[in-house]
């Protein structure tokens, strides 16, 4: 047996932070994403009757984005009915069904665009959007029992297979942007049949280690063959991808080789090259890791997309052997840069999140045309390269995918993530009802009971961030010391009641200093949740604002934009009019507003800072 | 009367830190520049038989590019013979002769490459190319006494004035780059022949002011009428030459709604637009000024001939009304923002003038071609466009004209620089000699012995950054107050000895808390001097180093370098691991080394950082 993540099928949200997005999720953001997919003609597009000269032409991506769209409906549908949704997928799969080549072969750009041009372009996306087409089939039956989308994709997936793995007949052999390889993994998990996991564990295998059909580029990571890896480079979405496949192949084969490399992987990117906000892939030019340390704050690229394929590598880390470091990262990601992609109200999309906005910045080219290049101020309802929208609506649809892992002996019960919730799961034999109560991330305290769970072991993911913590066991303090980052429980009882207490309290962050733009600096968090300065709430020149290293932080509750705010005691220069003067130090006292960085720019454009000066 | 500063050649460099300049400048730098443009074929370009498919095709700034080397030249004749030099001059001047026109007009890249275009493309630099060869005949007529240049380019100055002024023929009617303002204004006060400075007049009124011919653009000025513009605007060099114009122009005319123009448009600048080094234009779009507190330091452009021309323009300030404020500004330059410009031995230059240097932010992009721009870490010998090298060349050999004012009453004596060196000059009828002996800027003593000064006010610049002061006179503590900047004595005897004491000793410099990018740092400053780290003494992410504010300064002679240098108690965050942890605020303390801004990167290529944190 292997550790395995539970479904997010066996955890209902029932209350607190994440029911109210799954909600927003549901109500507002599939329909606004639907609606504007529908407008840039990428439904329309699965008729595949679009012909040169006529308008909306297809993007090799559309198929990803819808299908993404798909599997977002399909997680939704697991859990109520919703007839509205059901029949768009419907239709959609229908027109898949129609559309789809007598061999299996299905994509719309290269049934319409560029017919002659099948598996010959690497970096066309072809088996990108195949991966993506086979996560929403399996994401539907799952959801609906209806099998019909996903022996389409099998059909497809045996085609790749021939043509990929048989044949070797395609014009390269692994793709330009992963996501395949995750993809088969899941299609072999829902129906058991070993050649898709073969196929995924060919992809991975033949990964740089195939320079003869294609170049070796560091941009898609197929610089070398990825046993041999050991940075984080290129393109990170496509990065993270890749580490999530082969992390279910690391899983699936226990394949040492891959556990060094992947271990490796995640190391790099954790402590050297994420943003505080768990944002990854810090420049624009690629859409790229760069460099250890290189994390700049107002050109930060940190698309949201990376951030979840950050939780996902993450996620599936855990699998490998559990770890509260992983559910750590998969809480930075969730709370920070994954959130803030998406606005308050559930309509529009940030596709990069910078971590500081000086809008002063856009505007100095007074004299002269410049092409600088900045993050948007505004998130916005689509994007021409829409990857993101969807991604968002999938991952917060299927977020209870990242509560529990059960353990290899079947006996221990990983708690990776706190959201009020019931699970009904299996731990070996036994059916397990666990629920828990809590107003995380605003509070520390998660009251957890479990049912069925004599004899076995819960294990309780303990934050790094959490100074200290208490565990209750049935209302006796228990005396616990986190191993691999778990406060571990021997169950004596057939029901328990825990009640943790992790410490919420906000406190500073401090970087390496090896991190140039951040030299001096401070983030504030509580909890898992990063905060930051808007100049909405605190004026202009932000940077300038320094917080007393005796903050004196209030915590407060702002219901304009549904969040916990924290004011802290702080400084600003005493103004004078000189450019330069000799230093006088003069400082006048100041109250900073914080609030938690996912929900900047939801107000009005103006600039924001999350690293702060102290003092 | 109007105030005037005292000429270059009533005064002789005797000795210390300006005499050593001087010395290289004639010895190293002079030949250096010359043979680089021989090479790149700019000299022979004066010959004028350069055809279409030839190698080394003139650019149409390759005037200017030569006729500063003359002027430079010039300057050098002007203190002793050299043969070699003046050979080189005739050569060129026979050279203009033979191949100007009839009718006066002489330019290389209008003779040679499209001689139909002549005066019909305005940002073509047609003007300032005939300025700069205005501005060296003079020179050469004044060091040499032969008048064949002047004469040539006083009837090319004729001819211009006849197409722009007389029969506004041309197809522009101001010019894209100016120069030919102030250029004309010196051709009228070295002939007398009031014409030049009336087109001179006619090019400033003109200005912004004649929509119908060209395109109001506040890259070059002509957004709008000179005397309404109020802040600095578009490519820095072009301004503050137009601005040296317009300050020419309104002490000659006493031309009132221009000095109101000047005052505001210099108080902007080194209020508002300035780096501290003196260096301005922060952007490399259109190597322009940007807008208020715009002044980022990695990427600062700050080109050598901005900062020049912001030393031409203060020193032409102070002859409308003297001021201490513009020697101050004058001396910021020359000891910071222009010499960073030439290397220490004398043979390369750099065009853009960086605040700081983080060479690890141009590797960033590993995995994309990425076409991002960063200033140099190493001086050149010679560029495309290489308006730098000669300004400076002619600069440093010409330095002496703005040691001293006669004020217009004919009475006081503005001493605006501390150099040592011999004066002989007029002031009113009275024969005064004025000597200087110093170590300035090392030392703060300046002592200085005037002749023939009796009944006459000597006027001493207090530099604003020196906190204290003291003039004793024939060894006598005067008590003075200083007004508009400078200690007034009173010359009571035919000669005195005054000796001023100021204070140079280090102290930290704040920056006005509006400029983002120095937020929480200082720069240190020695006398005029401003200092930085370099990477080589004190090793990597100079960030990270924040400065004691008890510094226990200790200044020191560094014999490389020729410099003094200061080390400080300062601190560095102590190291650890992780990318993020909870604020421990753990230091170390450690040594910081400062070197003079000016000498940066004359050892080995590396980091290098101006304004430090500081705690």
């Known amino acids: ?22 909600d927003l999720n549901k109500i507002v953001t599939i329909y606004a994403v639907r609606d504007r997919f529908k407008d840039t003609g990428r439904f329309d597009a699965f008729k595949c009757d679009w012909t040169e000269g006529k308008p909306k032409k297809p993007h090799f991506f559309w198929d990803s984005d819808v299908a993404k769209w798909m599997e977002s409906a399909a997680y939704i549908l697991s ?3 919703n007839e509205e949704l059901e029949k768009e997928v419907d239709a959609l799969v229908d027109l898949i069904e129609k559309n789809q080549d007598e061999n299996g072969y299905f994509n719309i750009y290269f049934t319409v665009v560029e017919p002659d041009e099948r598996f010959t372009i690497r970096d066309a996306h072809e088996l990108y959007c195949a991966g993506h087409l086979i996560e929403a089939a399996v994401a539907y039956y799952e959801a609906t029992g209806k099998d019909k989308f996903l022996k389409l994709m099998k059909k497809y997936a045996d085609y790749i297979e021939k043509v990929f793995k048989i044949e070797d007949s395609a014009e390269f052999a692994t793709p330009g942007h992963e996501e395949i390889e995750l993809a088969l993994v899941r299609l072999y998990r829902c129906t058991g049949e070993e050649k898709y996991l073969n196929l995924s564990k060919h992809f991975i295998d033949s990964r740089g280690a195939r320079g003869d059909k294609e170049e070796l580029m560091i941009y898609n990571q197929s610089h070398m063959p990825v046993r041999e890896q050991r940075t984080a480079e290129g393109h990170s979405v496509r990065a993270c991808y890749l580490y999530s496949g082969m992390a279910d192949i690391a899983a699936e084969f226990d394949d040492e080789e891959l556990k060094v490399a992947l271990n490796s992987l995640f190391d790099n990117i954790v402590n050297r090259r994420m943003y505080v906000t768990g944002g990854i892939g810090s420049s624009h030019h690629g859409e790229a890791f760069t460099i250890d340390y290189d994390l700049p704050n107002p050109n930060a690229y940190a698309e949201t997309c990376a951030a979840i394929s950050l939780a996902m590598f993450a996620g599936r880390m855990n699998e490998i052997r559990p770890n509260g470091k992983y559910g750590d990262i998969v809480e930075k990601v969730i709370y920070n840069g994954f959130l803030s992609g998406l606005s308050l109200d559930g309509k529009s999309f940030f596709y990069e999140n910078p971590l500081e906005i000086v809008r002063a910045d856009r505007t100095r080219n007074v004299s002269w045309p410049a092409k600088e290049r900045f993050p948007l101020t505004k998130r916005k309802e689509v994007f021409d390269c829409s990857c993101c929208p969807p991604n968002v609506t999938r991952f917060i649809a299927s977020i209870g995918g990242y509560v529990y892992t059960v353990g290899s002996d079947e006996n221990t019960l990983y708690v990776n993530q706190y959201m009020e919730s019931v699970s009904n799961l299996k731990l070996g034999d036994a059916d397990v009802e666990i629920t828990q109560k809590t107003n995380y991330p605003w509070d520390g305290k998660v009251n957890i009971t479990a049912k069925g769970m004599k004899g076995k072991t819960l294990a309780l993911r303990i934050p790094a961030w959490s100074e200290e913590f208490t565990v209750e066991i049935n ?3 228990a005396d616990i010391k986190p191993t691999d980052g778990f406060a571990r429980i021997e169950v004596d009882a057939d029901e328990i009641s825990a009640a943790l207490r992790l410490d919420v309290s906000p406190f500073f962050v401090e970087c390496n200093p090896k991190v140039n733009a951040n030299a001096g600096r401070v983030a504030l968090q509580a ?4 905060y930051c300065l808007e100049e909405i709430d605190n004026g202009p020149n932000l940077r300038d604002i320094s917080i007393s290293r005796e903050p004196d932080f209030k915590v407060k509750w702002f219901d304009e934009l549904g969040v916990q705010i924290i004011e802290a005691k702080a400084f600003r220069t005493k103004p004078f009019d000189e450019l330069y003067r000799r230093a006088q130090f003069e400082k006048e006292e100041c109250k900073a507003v914080f609030i938690p960085y996912f929900a900047f720019a939801n107000r009005e454009e103006c600039d924001m800072l999350v690293w702060t000066k102290v003092e």
């Open 475 to 477: 209302g006796k303090t």
């Open 79 to 81: 859990k109520e009915r």
């Open 527 to 530: 909890g898992p949740v990063v």
């Open 1 to 22: 047996m292997r550790n395995k993540n539970v479904s997010y099928k066996n955890i209902d949200i029932t209350g607190g932070f994440w029911k109210d997005r799954q």
